[in-house]
């Protein structure tokens, strides 16, 4: 679609011993999903636990190649200039929502795009879809075609993105997101990361330029 936003999905087809080793992990934090909203997020430092890279836990790092790789692929998707660029996973951390939890709408802006794998087909009917916004100020606002025109499930305001086993979700880290009441039996758990996108190579101007040529005070 014309000046579409991309969103990309995949099934990254992980062998079951790790799916199974990491919800081992996994379900040792379904207690943590608690409060009003029955959730666990592992960089919002709940009871002190900061697990803000995640990905460097031993029973994670399966899923760091799959999505730098698909990180690649969504890069070459929307620019000729991929081989110039660096991705790094900036943060990473896992989520768990219980029965009756949600994640209310809110963006990663300080990040380039954003990540969120899926260990498990949902159950039917059971709500917790991830859900993204479209923003206000879409192009596609302001080349003729009114909001009120367009078919709010699918190009519209709302799009609903179908949480799959295996499945990888690639996104711009800015584009508003929520997730609704969740109300299957099981946990419902994923892995959420940040990705920023280094120029390496090439011209640089409006790029962010690799780390070790930063400066800092020492
Ligand atoms: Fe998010």
């Not at 990040?111 to 949902?122: E, I, N, Q, R």
Request: charged share 20%; hydrophobic share 35%; aromatic share 8%.
């Amino acid at each position: 679609m014309m000046f579409g936003t991309p969103i990309i999905t995949n099934n990254i087809g992980l062998p079951e011993k790790d799916l199974k080793r990491m919800r081992k992990s996994m379900n040792e934090r379904v207690s943590l999903a608690k409060g009003g909203c029955n959730l666990y997020t592992g960089d919002d430092n709940h009871d002190d636990i900061d697990e803000s890279q995640v990905l460097s836990k031993p029973e994670f790092q399966c899923l760091v190649d799959p999505i730098l790789e698909h990180t690649k692929a969504y890069i070459k998707a929307i620019s000729s200039y991929v081989d110039e660029y660096q991705s790094y996973i900036m943060k990473s951390w896992p989520v768990v929502v219980n029965p009756g939890g949600s994640v209310t709408r809110h963006t990663h802006d300080y990040a380039h795009l954003s990540a969120v794998f899926y260990f498990d087909d949902p159950e039917p009917d059971s709500g917790g879809v991830l859900t993204f916004v479209r923003p206000k100020d879409q192009p596609l606002l302001h080349v003729g075609i009114n909001e009120s025109f367009l078919d709010q499930n699918s190009s519209g305001l709302l799009v609903d993105i179908e949480s799959k086993k295996n499945g990888l979700i690639i996104f711009p880290a800015c584009l508003p997101h929520f997730v609704s009441q969740y109300t299957g039996n099981k946990p419902r758990f994923s892995i959420s990361c940040d990705i920023m996108n280094v120029k390496t190579e090439g011209k640089t101007e409006a790029s962010l330029i690799s780390l070790d040529r930063w400066i800092t005070n020492v």
